[in-house]
T-cell receptor, first 109, second 112 residues
Framework: GQQVMQIPQYQHVQEGEDFTTYCNSS?????IQWYKQRPGGHPVFLIQ???SGEVKKQKRLTFQFGEAKKNSSLHITATQTTDVGTYFC?????????WGAGTKLIIKP | EAQVTQNPRYLITVTGKKLTVTCSQN?????MSWYRQDPGLGLRQIYY???????DKGDVPEGYKVSRKEKRNFPLILESPSPNQTSLYFC???????????FGAGSRLTVL
């Protein structure tokens, strides 16, 4: 069935460095959603992308949807401690979301 | 405040002792869903409900039951819990015409 592959599983960065997580699918995605889960918390919706080539920004976060609608990325510029957590992508349908495995952002001490 | 409320938040139980995790939402959402989250496996859907009295299996339904008698409530029932059901469980809901989920705070279940 449909799968969304998300990489990397972990990313360690120094505070102030950039962070990127990628989601890929072998088939065309109808849309892509991004969620953030803080340590000990629950997933919280960040954004949804629907159009081919779409780029959306939220402060230091930039979300992209590929031209072929088979991949998406989330890029964080100049990470801060408040960015720590796990970022998930998911493709939505009427019945369920197909989730990536998540990328955990860890800030090096 | 619009929210999804799960109870209990934490539970330690023993193999075979039936338990229910409750989920309630106050947003009049048609769709509700249960997920389990395990390290390295992301979120896996257990059951979902498109509306009252309409439920369907997700990816990992074995060992679980659900019911949807009222729009606001969607309890998850473990008739005979086993240690492999030790996990973090999330309930989520959304309006019928959208696919963006609102999650509850989670219920951490340990089965000994």
């Amino acid at each position: 069935g449909q799968q969304v592959m998300q990489i990397p599983q972990y990313q360690h960065v120094q505070e102030g460095e950039d962070f990127t997580t990628y989601c890929n699918s072998s088939t065309t995605l109808s849309n892509i959603q991004w969620y953030k889960q803080r340590p000990g918390g629950h997933p919280v919706f960040l954004i949804q992308l629907v159009k081919s080539g779409e780029v959306k920004k939220q402060k230091r976060l930039t979300f992209q949807f590929g031209e072929a609608k088979k991949n998406s990325s989330l890029h964080i510029t100049a990470t801060q401690t408040t960015d720590v957590g796990t970022y998930f992508c998911a493709e939505g349908s009427n019945y369920q979301l197909i989730w990536g495995a998540g990328t955990k952002l860890i800030i090096k001490p | 405040e619009a929210q999804v409320t799960q109870n209990p938040r934490y539970l330690i139980t023993v193999t075979g002792k039936k338990l229910t995790v409750t989920c309630s939402q106050n947003m009049n959402h048609e769709y509700m869903s249960w997920y389990r989250q395990d390290p390295g496996l992301g979120l896996r859907q257990i059951y979902y409900s498109m509306n009252v009295e309409v439920t369907d299996k997700g990816d990992v339904p074995e060992g679980y039951k659900v019911s949807r008698k009222e729009k606001r409530n969607f309890p998850l029932i473990l008739e005979s819990p086993s240690p492999n059901q030790t996990s973090l469980y999330f309930c989520a809901s959304r309006p019928g015409g959208a696919n963006v989920l609102t999650f509850g705070a989670g219920s951490r279940l340990t089965v000994l």
